[in-house]
């Protein structure tokens, strides 16, 4: 229990710095909210006008402090260009993000498991060589190349989909699923790549144990033995990375909802970005570091839940 509370209060404070490091960047990147919202035939006194309405007037620590209890009450702030509550703007855009996001690990879980698991059972054969080879080049594309290669061969030569086109889910969820499938394996196939290659060598890593050999001294087969003992001791820094995962597929849909035209969180973060709308991109970007936080907090306790050496210290 103790070990946990320990693990909160470290979430608590990285949070808080990402919080004072976000909002600290926007004081020192250049750019004006005021300037880039009224254009640069701006006079110089309506632009002061609107920083003083903006509140971007005050002292640097008061704003960040303000901005710290709201967003402890659920207040996010209203975006500058939109004109409307930063949490309805997350709140309309984040299922759409996180429906990927789950497509995308779904879909990584599904196929890097039981391949993982053959080209451990064919290890060093011509198979097993084959796939190594082919999880170096699907592990050095990324998401995006992929993402206009499948919108090139799915869109324009077969015409399965219309490229930049997109389906609501408040429409038609199953037409909104079936438009996310193509992103989302974009975003799982590195994923896949790197999981394969975790789980083979945590597997060819535990066969050469001790308990292996014991397992076989009693009878059992080379199937009972890799399902009943290898596989849930191999299956633990995938779980591990599986859970890092996560985080980074949301980081990562950032680009490929603009190959797809998506939109989602990451749609808006960069929109919000090229318009200096702080208060949507200093949302996002705590949301993204809670999401990072609170995965390493559940890998912690499925590392402990899986490894009982860890649960003993």
Request: with cysteine.
């Amino acid at each position: 229990m103790k070990h946990y509370g320990k693990k909160l209060i470290s979430m608590l404070l990285t949070l808080l710095a990402v919080s004072f490091l976000v909002f600290a960047a926007f004081e020192i990147i250049p750019g004006d909210p005021a300037l880039s919202k009224l254009g640069d035939n701006a006079t110089p006194e309506a632009i002061a006008a609107l920083r003083a309405e903006m509140g971007l007037d005050r002292p640097f620590i008061v704003r960040y402090l303000d901005w710290l209890l709201d967003c402890l009450k659920g207040n996010l702030g209203e975006s500058y260009s939109y004109h409307m509550p930063v949490s309805q703007m997350i709140g309309d855009k984040l299922p759409i993000t996180l429906t990927m996001t789950i497509l995308s690990m779904l879909l990584t879980v599904a196929v890097s498991v039981p391949v993982g698991l053959l080209l451990s059972k064919y290890a060093y054969s011509k198979l097993d060589r084959a796939g190594y080879v082919a999880n170096q080049f699907l592990m050095s594309i990324p998401s995006f190349f992929l993402g206009i290669l499948l919108t090139w061969f799915f869109g324009l030569i077969l015409k399965w989909f219309t490229p930049g086109g997109f389906v609501s889910y408040k429409k038609d969820f199953g037409g909104f699923l079936g438009y996310l499938i193509l992103p989302s394996v974009a975003i799982a196939i590195p994923k896949c790549a790197m999981s394969v290659k975790l789980l083979r060598s945590a597997i060819l890593t535990e066969a050469d144990k001790d308990y292996v050999r014991t397992a076989y001294s009693r009878g059992n087969s080379t199937m009972e033995v890799l399902y009943r003992h290898v596989l849930k001791n191999a299956m633990i820094p995938l779980v591990t990375f599986w859970g890092m995962a996560v985080a980074d597929t949301i980081a990562g849909s950032i680009v490929v909802e603009q190959v797809f035209n998506i939109p989602g969180i990451g749609r808006i973060l960069l929109t919000s970005i090229s318009h200096r709308d702080y208060p949507v991109v200093e949302a996002i970007i705590l949301l993204i570091a809670f999401v990072v936080v609170l995965m390493n907090f559940i890998v912690d306790l499925l590392y402990r839940k899986l490894d009982p050496r860890m649960r003993r210290e």
